[in-house]
């Protein structure tokens, strides 16, 4: 069913204005619309009485829910320690930094993981950076798509592979100077 059709008469709020004001400079950074077009549009977003006239505005760029891209969960620091730990939804990408004196903590041992392969970019910048993936025991961690440079070290010692892991934890990026942990408990 049209969703225009639902709603053709409901007045338009600031709130409904400015939602599709950012879906439009999204559609922008994306290259989907030019500036030209983004100015015209969000003159006819700000003119808007009623939803079904600011659904008409974007209803060339709605993108399906199945196509829209889902941001990696980032946890970077220059210095510092930071933990993603206890009980929380692992997304199907992670990015993690650490700078110097940096440590950056992933346990999943808790994590609802929906996903049967979860991608880690990360990047270890100095002598004293640590990265610490602790994963449950029957879990696979693969760190061939790391790049190790200068004294950049991983550690991956799995007890023993499984013959089939529920999860699969890939690891890309570059260890330029410190450290990359994985521990299976």
């Not at 008469?9 to 500036?35: K, N, P, S, T, V």
């Not at 700000?46 to 196509?67: G, H, I, K, S």
């Not at 930094?97 to 994590?111: L, P, S």
């Not at 640590?130 to 991956?156: E, Q, T």
């Amino acid at each position: 069913m049209d969703a225009m059709a639902d709603r053709p008469e409901l007045r338009a709020g600031d709130h409904d204005r400015d939602r599709i004001a950012e879906q439009l400079r999204d559609a922008a950074g994306d290259g989907r619309i030019d500036l030209d077009e983004l100015t015209d549009r969000l003159d006819r977003v700000y003119a808007a009485r009623t939803l079904n006239e600011l659904d008409t505005v974007v209803a060339d760029l709605v993108v399906p829910a199945a196509q829209v891209p889902v941001k990696p969960l980032e946890l970077h620091t220059r210095g510092g320690r930071l933990r993603q730990v206890g009980q929380w939804t692992v997304p199907a990408r992670i990015s993690a930094r650490a700078g110097r004196w940096g440590t950056v903590v992933i346990d999943f041992t808790q994590a609802d993981c929906p996903h049967s392969e979860v991608r880690i970019d990360l990047e270890v910048t100095s002598w004293f950076g640590d990265i610490v993936v602790v994963v449950p025991r029957d879990w696979w961690v693969r760190d061939d798509g790391l790049r190790r440079r200068l004294l950049g070290a991983v550690f991956n010692r799995p007890p023993s592979p499984p013959s089939r892991a529920p999860v699969l934890v890939r690891l890309t990026g570059t260890v330029r100077t410190g450290d990359v942990w994985v521990k299976y408990r």
